[in-house]
């Protein structure tokens, strides 16, 4: 890991994170806010409506439980594959979000307990590449961790050079993220899954894998995906359902957390709570649906001046395709 504080990074403050400087950036970001008390001018509140703010839902709750217990259980697990955890969901149900969180309280909570030591990289975070094979998902690993790998280096080599450095920063979380890209029926998906067994068995960390529609997938059927399957266990990240009335408290309560953070001048406390019936039916219970849909309709009313949202408002905006064309969500004219 290359440790030089001069080094200069160009990087994207919003991008998914890549590299352990980028991770580390990320936890060190605080959540979206305005400087000072206020007033604040039309650009700033346009740049932190289009940010916005991460509310802590009903899953992420339990998904959080899940792990505490999974890595106490694994703390003392030596030899073969510890016990992991699966985030399984339809797209756009905040599946990245919830493992960025997971990872950012747990960074926070290593660094409190050892003093904030800069040889410390507790988590590291993971996106499958497209089409991955086992050298490129260690060659990834790698790449996040800064290490000088070379082409000539065999997959072996950099999976050694990578646990060895893992083993090293007290690495305890492994987060990988788009699991379903690794399709373990073709040779290269089963060879990367492999890999992945592999790493589990080599690194002392519990692993976390997210991705869309995991019950489903080759990930977890055959041979391979039997051994995966044995110890992962599956927490499912749904839409936000709307049926029972716990539900439609849980749904009012994200509703008006969102309602609390806007920052428009003639918003009123708890307009946007009204319409929680109605946000419920335009984005299905889709986060990633309602997000787009309360942060559009918020920098449209500092654009056109009126300062507010209303039902209108909402209305006037269209949706991303998903939420626009699955049955049951729609405009209501
Ligand atoms: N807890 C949350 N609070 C506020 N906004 C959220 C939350 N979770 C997700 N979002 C918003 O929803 C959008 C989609 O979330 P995310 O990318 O995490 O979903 P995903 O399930 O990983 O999607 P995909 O299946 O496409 O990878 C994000 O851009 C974010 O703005
Ligand atoms: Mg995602």
């Known amino acids: 890991m290359v440790t030089d504080a001069d080094q200069e990074t160009h990087d994207d403050p919003y991008a998914s994170p890549s590299t352990w400087r980028e991770w580390t950036r990320f936890v060190d970001t605080e959540p979206p806010c305005l400087p000072g008390t206020g007033p604040w001018n039309a650009e700033e509140r346009l740049d932190y409506h289009s940010r916005f703010v991460i509310l802590s839902t009903p899953i992420m709750a339990k998904i959080s439980l899940t792990l505490r217990r999974l890595m106490i259980l694994n703390r003392r697990h030596n030899g073969t594959a510890r016990r992991g955890l699966l985030i399984s969901g339809p797209p756009t149900t905040g599946k990245t979000t919830t493992l960025q969180q997971l990872g950012r ?28 094979t086992p050298k490129m998902l260690v060659s990834e690993l790698a790449r996040f961790l800064d290490l000088p790998i070379t082409t000539s280096m065999n997959q072996a080599r950099i999976t050694d050079i990578v646990c060895a450095t893992l083993h090293q920063l007290g690495t305890r979380l492994v987060l990988v993220d788009d699991v379903h890209l690794l399709n373990t029926r073709t040779r290269n998906g089963a060879e990367t899954s492999d890999q992945m067994k592999h790493l589990s068995e080599r690194i002392p960390a519990t692993f976390v894998y997210a991705g869309v529609a995991l019950d489903a997938s080759p990930l977890l059927t055959g041979v391979r995906g039997t051994q995966i399957a044995g110890r992962f266990k599956t927490v499912r990240n749904p839409p936000l359902p709307h049926g029972s009335p716990a539900q439609r408290t849980a749904w009012e309560g994200l509703i008006q957390g969102m309602d609390q953070a806007l920052r428009l001048e003639a918003h009123h406390k708890g307009a946007l709570v009204r319409h929680a019936p109605y946000l419920h039916h335009r984005t299905g219970g889709r986060i990633g649906s309602l997000s787009a849909l309360v942060r559009e309709a918020a920098i449209a009313a500092i654009l056109d001046g009126t300062e507010k949202i209303t039902k209108q408002l909402l209305n006037d905006i269209d949706l991303d395709e998903l939420a626009e064309h699955t049955p049951g969500t729609q405009r209501r004219r």
């Not at 960074?107 to 990289?121: S, W």
């Open 105 to 132: 309280s747990f960074h926070l909570a290593d660094r409190a307990r050892h003093g904030g030591l800069d040889e410390r990289l507790p988590v590291v975070f993971l996106s499958v590449p497209p089409a991955a």
